[in-house]
Structure formats: C-alpha cells, structure tokens
C-alpha cells in the first residue's frame, strides 16, 4: 500500500514545480498554467466517486489496478510527447489517482481493522513525503531542460503497478450496479461549476457564455435528487444524515480550498521574477522543488503527530486547530511575502496544518460508518476533498484572470493578495464547522447505515 501512495504523492508533486519553466518552454502564461493545475483538481473531482463506485460494484483491488493504469499512460503520455495538449491529456488521466485512497483504506480495513488509524496516518506520511520527494526529483532532472523532470513518475509507475497486483483484495460483500444517469449529472455539473468559476471573468459575468454555463450547475441538484431516490447511489447523500460524516465532509472540503487548491500558485509564485512583476523569489524548478519539500515534511511531522494528538486533546480540538493554522498562513503569506524567509515561516504553517486535515478526516471518515460502507465514507471525503481543491484552484485562477496585467501574460500581485484572502476566509468556515463537531464518546454516537435515523444525546451536531 505504501508503493502505490508513494507513487501517487510522486504524481501530485512532480508537475507543479516544472509549471513556471514549461509555461516559458511551451508558451503558456502564467493564467494557463493555472488551468493546467485546475484541470487535474477538476479530474480528481470527477473521478473520486465514479472509482469509488466502482470499487465496491467489481472490488477495491480490481479498480486499484485499472486506476493505477491509468495514471501510468498519462505520466508516461506527457514525459514521451510534452506538448500543451497532451500535458492536459496527461494530467486527466492522471486524476485516477484519487481512487488511491479510498480504495486502499476499503482493504485496510477489512484485512487489518486494529491497524485502521496507525495504518491511515502512516500513509498520508508516505504521501506527503512522496510529494515533496517528487518535486525535488523532477527539479534535478529539469536543470537543463524543463521536460526531462516529466519522467520523474515513469520508473514508480512501474513499482506501483508491480505492487498492486501482489495486493489482496478486501472480503467486504459487493453488489448494486453503476449509476450512468447520476455520473453523468455529476460530471456535467461539476465541469459547469469550475468553468464559470475560472473564466467567468475572462468572458464577462454577464456574456452568453457565464450565463450559460452558470445555469448548468442546476445539474447537481438534480443529481442530489437523483441519488437520494436510487437503490444504488454513485454517491451516498444519504450518509451525509450521519452528522459526524457531514461536518468532517464540510470541513475536509474548507480545508483543502487552499492548502491543495494554491499549490499550482506557490509554485507561480516562487518563479515568478520581482524584476518582471515586482512580486516572486525568481526561483528555478530545483529551487521550487525544495520548498515544496520542505513544507510537506512539515505535513509529515503534523500527520504522524495526529494520532498522538487526539488521544491527548481530542479530535475536536485538532480539527478546529488545523482550520485555524490554515487561517494563519495564508494571512501571514498575504501580509508577509517580500522575503523567502517570511514566505517560507507561513508556508511551513500552511504545510503542517494539511499533514493535520489529511490525516485525522480520513481517519474519521473511515470510523463514522460501519466496515462495509468504509470506501463509500472514505470516497464522500476524497469527493469533499477533491471539490474543494477544485473550486479552489477555480477562484483562484479568477482572481489571476481579473488581475492580469493586460498585454503581458503575467499576473498582478493584488491576483495573489485576494488568492490568499480567500483561502484564509474559508480556513476559518471550516474552522467554525470543526467546533460542531461531537466526538462519539461524548455525544453518545453509534455507526449506522444511511436509511438509518441518526440520534445524538447531545443534540445534532
């Protein structure tokens, strides 16, 4: 399980850095590098439920391989012909990856259920130090010419797919059938809903275009109605009744607006030239690269520190206190930012508070229902997550488009101050959900099954 995440986190970190260096190789500015960016948050969002799905129609093993498949053509696409196209092809089909997870932790759970929260913290430890490994890796490569960093994922890919076929498979019972109806409702809304949200300052809130497009999310809440009344929902709604499961959800989704939706940012930022934009550290891939790293170790120490954490002050408090270190550095990076040194302190804050987030949400999630229903749980929280990275990334590319600075491509330092404002503001709503939330000890809850009527002795949460 341990190859297959640390491919994944090879995946989620080797492009970014590369970003700055092929946007000047390939000719894409700065604004369209950042759509490279939300094209894969928009993929992980589709694909999070439809692999989940799946796994528990066909089992986990089966999918985990197709997935991992999948991402192995893409990275292997994008390394032998990096071309605008095919990089936005690549990283599509890369989107797989966020089948990963959930998948995963359905056969953690069923083959070594003792091992449930050690085992979930131990892996986002390897994918985040995976991340950080695979920027830096892509970064030497790209020394002399930025493409070569795109076989960074090509060699893992290998030892993943190895490792997936040695896997067991989960013995949790399968049965139902996919939902095309409801897949197709979702993907359609989902694609609506990031579109406008990016370029919807490009075309004009009020053209045809955003118009149109704005009308199409209407979609969802036809895709809402539709799950609801299925027999076998794509997506369980209807565990959204269990308040644990919803708040984790809501929060998991605040909490990755920023932490995940900024990063193809952080990356622009820190290539960005101050003699070109007056902003930026001027760094190259390598450099990016370390500083990466250097936050997701902080991720890593903030992950295997989560275990030791809720036992001591709960998992209320460390919910609440990762929204919370969230809020503060995206406000220090928005009020400090002219030095590496200031950037980086805030950075590291954000860096340790996502080791936090990732840990503890997917470990809730997981024990919120009963073993059965663990990917479905797991799935709904990667969906959150997904979602709110992409919608993140969609703001932000907004704000990019409404502050490019005309006839240059670049992008004016106010796109970034109102990019940092707004994942601090949502930091604090996700902090604000994390304070509703009622531990099982202390509200008395018990795991039940959507259809289920859900009762707490505290109150709802």
């Given at each position: 399980?341990?190859?297959v995440?640390?491919?994944?986190?090879?995946?989620q970190g080797y492009?970014?850095?590369?970003?700055?260096?092929?946007?000047?190789?390939?000719?894409?500015?700065?604004?369209?590098?950042?759509?490279?960016?939300?094209?894969s948050?928009?993929?992980?969002?589709?694909?999070?439920?439809?692999?989940s799905?799946?796994?528990d129609l066909?089992?986990?093993?089966?999918?985990?391989?197709?997935?991992?498949a999948?991402?192995a053509?893409g990275?292997?696409?994008?390394a032998?012909?990096?071309?605008?196209v095919?990089?936005?092809?690549?990283?599509?089909?890369q989107?797989?990856?966020?089948?990963f997870?959930?998948l995963?932790?359905?056969?953690?759970r069923?083959?070594?259920?003792e091992r449930?929260?050690?085992?979930?913290?131990?892996?986002v430890?390897?994918?985040l130090?995976?991340?950080?490994?695979?920027?830096?890796v892509?970064?030497?490569?790209?020394?002399?010419h930025?493409?070569?960093g795109?076989?960074?994922?090509?060699?893992?890919?290998?030892?993943?797919?190895?490792?997936?076929?040695?896997?067991?498979d989960s013995?949790?019972?399968?049965?139902?059938?996919?939902?095309?109806?409801?897949a197709?409702?979702l993907?359609?809304g989902?694609?609506?809903?990031?579109?406008?949200?990016?370029?919807g300052?490009?075309?004009?809130?009020?053209?045809?275009?955003?118009?149109?497009?704005a009308a199409?999310p209407?979609?969802?809440?036809?895709?809402v109605?539709?799950e609801?009344?299925?027999?076998h929902?794509?997506v369980?709604?209807?565990?959204l009744s269990?308040?644990?499961l919803?708040v984790?959800?809501?929060?998991?989704?605040?909490?990755?607006?920023?932490?995940?939706?900024?990063?193809?940012?952080n990356a622009?930022?820190?290539?960005?030239?101050?003699?070109?934009?007056?902003?930026?550290?001027g760094?190259g891939?390598?450099?990016?690269?370390?500083?990466?790293l250097a936050?997701?170790?902080?991720?890593f120490a903030?992950?295997?520190?989560t275990?030791?954490?809720?036992?001591r002050?709960?998992?209320?408090?460390?919910l609440?206190s990762g929204?919370?270190?969230?809020?503060?550095g995206?406000a220090?990076?928005a009020l400090?930012?002219?030095t590496?040194?200031?950037?980086?302190?805030s950075a590291?804050v954000?860096?340790?508070?996502t080791?936090?987030?990732?840990s503890?949400?997917?470990?809730?999630?997981?024990?919120?229902?009963?073993?059965d229903?663990?990917?479905?749980?797991?799935g709904?929280n990667e969906?959150a997550?997904s979602l709110g990275a992409?919608?993140g990334?969609?703001?932000?590319?907004a704000?990019?488009a409404?502050h490019?600075l005309?006839?240059?491509?670049l992008?004016?330092?106010?796109?970034?101050?109102?990019?940092?404002?707004a994942?601090a503001?949502v930091?604090?709503l996700?902090?604000v959900?994390?304070?509703?939330?009622?531990?099982?000890?202390?509200?008395?809850?018990?795991l039940?099954?959507?259809s289920e009527h859900?009762t707490?002795s505290g109150?709802?949460?």
């Amino acid at each position: 399980m341990a190859v297959v995440v640390l491919f994944s986190g090879i995946v989620q970190g080797y492009l970014t850095p590369l970003l700055p260096e092929l946007g000047r190789q390939l000719h894409i500015g700065g604004v369209g590098q950042n759509n490279i960016y939300l094209l894969s948050q928009l993929a992980f969002a589709v694909m999070t439920p439809l692999l989940s799905r799946l796994g528990d129609l066909y089992g986990h093993r089966r999918l985990l391989r197709a997935a991992l498949a999948m991402v192995a053509g893409g990275s292997l696409l994008m390394a032998a012909w990096p071309t605008a196209v095919t990089l936005a092809v690549g990283v599509v089909l890369q989107g797989a990856l966020v089948g990963f997870f959930p998948l995963l932790v359905g056969i953690l759970r069923s083959r070594a259920p003792e091992r449930n929260r050690a085992g979930i913290s131990l892996l986002v430890g390897v994918l985040l130090i995976s991340i950080g490994v695979g920027g830096l890796v892509a970064g030497v490569l790209s020394e002399r010419h930025a493409a070569a960093g795109l076989w960074t994922a090509v060699p893992v890919a290998v030892l993943a797919v190895a490792a997936g076929a040695v896997l067991p498979d989960s013995d949790v019972p399968r049965g139902g059938r996919f939902h095309f109806g409801a897949a197709a409702l979702l993907t359609a809304g989902l694609v609506a809903l990031v579109l406008v949200l990016a370029q919807g300052s490009s075309w004009g809130w009020a053209s045809p275009r955003t118009l149109g497009a704005a009308a199409v999310p209407v979609l969802l809440a036809a895709w809402v109605a539709v799950e609801r009344r299925s027999t076998h929902p794509l997506v369980s709604v209807r565990m959204l009744s269990n308040p644990r499961l919803a708040v984790i959800s809501g929060y998991t989704f605040c909490a990755a607006f920023g932490t995940i939706g900024f990063l193809g940012a952080n990356a622009l930022f820190l290539g960005a030239s101050p003699a070109e934009t007056g902003y930026g550290m001027g760094m190259g891939p390598q450099t990016i690269a370390t500083i990466s790293l250097a936050m997701v170790i902080a991720g890593f120490a903030g992950s295997t520190l989560t275990p030791r954490l809720t036992h001591r002050v709960g998992d209320r408090a460390v919910l609440a206190s990762g929204g919370c270190l969230i809020a503060l550095g995206f406000a220090g990076m928005a009020l400090f930012h002219d030095t590496l040194a200031q950037y980086l302190a805030s950075a590291l804050v954000v860096g340790f508070a996502t080791g936090l987030f990732e840990s503890i949400t997917r470990t809730l999630s997981a024990e919120a229902v009963v073993e059965d229903e663990t990917a479905l749980a797991v799935g709904l929280n990667e969906l959150a997550l997904s979602l709110g990275a992409a919608i993140g990334a969609a703001v932000i590319g907004a704000f990019f488009a409404a502050h490019a600075l005309r006839g240059t491509g670049l992008i004016g330092e106010s796109g970034y101050l109102w990019s940092w404002g707004a994942c601090a503001c949502v930091a604090l709503l996700g902090t604000v959900l994390a304070l509703r939330y009622r531990e099982p000890r202390a509200a008395g809850t018990q795991l039940v099954r959507p259809s289920e009527h859900v009762t707490e002795s505290g109150g709802p949460a």
